[in-house]
């Protein structure tokens, strides 16, 4: 099992900055990627951003040159850093980790942290 827990979010005028951070903890052996997803109100949850094990990152066309995703390993911590905020990326905002061992794929989540962006 994976623990995540997020934390960072809240409130923020348009064109202003929040970071986020996601602690994972437990059997983190074998993740092979960590990411953020977002949900607003009546719509899916989206990939945001991700990192893969080797540094790899993968973008939402929507946040590219805004946002950006970064790990500590020391720390089990993946980090999102969002600027030039937009009321449009009002959302909770779920960390995740995913796991593929041979062809099993799990897909562990964080409870959620709420990004509200004013205009």
């Known amino acids: 099992q994976v623990e995540l827990v997020e934390s960072g979010g809240g409130l923020v005028q348009a064109g202003g900055s929040l970071r986020l951070s996601c602690a994972a903890s437990g059997s983190i052996f074998s993740i092979n990627a960590m990411g953020w997803y977002r949900q607003a109100p009546g719509k899916q949850r989206e990939l945001v951003a991700a990192i893969t094990s080797g540094g790899s990152t993968h973008y939402a066309d929507s946040v590219k040159g805004r946002f950006t995703i970064s790990r500590d390993n020391a720390k089990n911590t993946v980090y999102l850093q969002m600027n030039s905020l937009k009321p449009e990326d009002t959302a909770v905002y779920y960390c995740?980790?995913?796991?593929?061992?041979?062809?099993?794929?799990?897909?562990?989540w964080g409870q959620g942290t709420q990004v509200t962006v004013s205009s």
């Open positions: 995740n980790a995913h796991r593929r061992i041979l062809i099993v794929d799990t897909d562990y």
